[in-house]
T-cell receptor, first 113, second 115 residues
Framework: SQQGEEDPQALSIQEGENATMNCSYK?????LQWYRQNSGRGLVHLIL?????REKHSGRLRVTLDTSKKSSSLLITASRAADTASYFC?????????????FGQGTILTVHP | DAGVIQSPRHEVTEMGQEVTLRCKPI?????LFWYRQTMMRGLELLIY????????DSGMPEDRFSAKMPNASFSTLKIQPSEPRDSAVYFC?????????????FGPGTRLTVL
């Protein structure tokens, strides 16, 4: 079963609006990461948040983590057409996993110009 | 740095043929991961290596799949014999594995079509 599950599965917004994607997971984690995948390309790392952090920012990205609820959210502010992509959360269980990540099914974001 | 390099980018083959996918990780990274992505099953981890040693191959679907990492700069994923249901995009990723922050860097993928 998937460790990370994104919600919604698909999101369609207008340019300039904010986009929020959620991720839930089941087991304890060392960190949680968000990745973007443009159509036909490999995944690109966006941001990492450690289990002892609650919020992190990177440019127009804001990530929150609630370990008590085992959930995370990714907020993209002032979206652009170029943000159109699939977004995945991935969890690192730590320990002897050697950085193994478990990916969710992803959220497909479409930003209309 | 050129990033993770995968070859070939596209492969079309007939059922029963042997397929070999290749990956060159980012220099200095000591963890390497092979994934498969399909519409139905999403992104699946097949196998990963740390310091060239296979750590977990539980995601390898069957004995037809094998992976090797003979040195720190090269890995292969082999399918023999290939079947139509193996059609997918196969990604290789590498990571520096610093113990706590382990972002992965993905290659462009190999799109495999088995007829």
């Amino acid at each position: 079963s998937q460790q990370g599950e994104e919600d919604p599965q698909a999101l369609s917004i207008q340019e300039g609006e904010n986009a929020t994607m959620n991720c839930s997971y089941k087991t304890s984690i060392n960190n949680l990461q968000w990745y973007r995948q443009n159509s036909g390309r490999g995944l690109v790392h966006l941001i990492l948040i450690r289990s002892n952090e609650r919020e992190k920012h990177s440019g127009r990205l804001r990530v929150t983590l609630d370990t008590s609820k085992k959930s995370s959210s990714l907020l993209i502010t002032a979206s652009r057409a170029a943000d159109t992509a699939s977004y995945f959360c991935a969890t690192d269980a730590g320990g002897t996993s050697y950085g193994k990540l478990t990916f969710g099914q992803g959220t497909i974001l479409t930003v209309h110009p | 740095d050129a990033g993770v390099i995968q070859s070939p980018r596209h492969e079309v083959t007939e059922m029963g043929q042997e397929v070999t996918l290749r990956c060159k990780p980012i220099s200095g990274h000591n963890s390497l991961f092979w994934y498969r992505q399909t519409m139905m099953r999403g992104l699946e981890l097949l196998i990963y290596f740390n310091n060239n040693v296979p750590i977990d191959d539980s995601g390898m679907p069957e004995d037809r799949f094998s992976a090797k990492m003979p040195n720190a700069s090269f890995s292969t994923l082999k399918i023999q014999p290939s079947e139509p249901r193996d059609s997918a995009v196969y990604f290789c990723a590498s990571s520096p594995f610093r113990g706590s922050d382990n972002e992965q860097f993905f290659g462009p993928g190999t799109r495999l079509t088995v007829l």
